[in-house]
T-cell receptor
């Protein structure tokens, strides 16, 4: 079982819609969770971090964490074509090992 | 925010030569840096973890004699790809733990290595 799993997609949503990206992790002891956005040929950039159960909102982005179910999700409201990228879920395990999911490719259709 | 500067951004080298990639933390001290490799359409794969002043820890399957990592100071880590081969062509990215929970890990801009 992989440490972090994501649906690779591709996920396509029309402009203005909500994009929902999901991620599950295997280590129950994980405490820190991150969402990165990576444009083709570029380095990942941090979008959101979340540490507590529940929702965390930042502009059009909302991260949701459910430790009991071991999943973390990212919602993008009012999706824009510029949001088209690969989104990587990352989990910081207790052993200070940083695990990435394989990423979900998102395309926002104008 | 925390910034990691990575150079060069692109490099083309001949097969058999060595290439050095540098990562510097500009406004913080990075006791731990991570080196990743990413092949097209694949996720980041951790190659090694380097700690300042000690030997790097390599992931299974990564040749430590081929990928030399030096983390001699709190602001600089280098990855040297020795005797490069075309199959080493990839996107190499470093990241540093900022020890600031708000930022988590900060990435360098990446190095596109092409071995011809």
């Amino acid at each position: 079982q992989k440490e972090v799993e994501q649906n690779s997609g591709p996920l396509s949503v029309p402009e203005g819609a909500i994009a929902s990206l999901n991620c599950t992790y295997s280590d129950r002891g994980s405490q820190s969770f991150f969402w990165y956005r990576q444009y083709s040929g570029k380095s990942p950039e941090l979008i959101m971090s979340i540490y507590s159960n529940g929702d965390k909102e930042d502009g059009r982005f909302t991260a949701q964490l459910n430790k009991a179910s071991q999943y973390v999700s990212l919602l993008i409201r009012d999706s824009q074509p510029s949001d088209s990228a690969t989104y990587l879920c990352a989990v910081d395990s207790p052993g200070n090992q940083f695990y990435f999911g394989t990423g979900t490719s998102l395309t926002v259709i104008p | 925010g925390a910034v990691v500067s990575q150079h060069p951004s692109r490099v083309i080298c001949k097969s058999g030569t060595s290439v050095k990639i540098e990562c510097r933390s500009l406004d913080f001290q990075a006791t731990t840096m991570f080196w990743y490799r990413q092949f097209p359409k694949q996720s980041l794969m951790l190659m090694a973890t380097s700690n300042e002043g000690s030997k790097a820890t390599y992931e299974q399957g990564v040749e430590k004699d081929k990928f030399l990592i030096n983390h001699a100071s709190l602001t600089l880590s280098t990855l040297t790809v020795t005797s490069a081969h075309p199959e080493d062509s990839s996107f190499y990215i470093c990241s540093a733990e900022t020890r600031d929970s708000v930022y988590g890990y900060t990435f360098g801009s990446g190095t596109r290595l092409t071995v011809v």
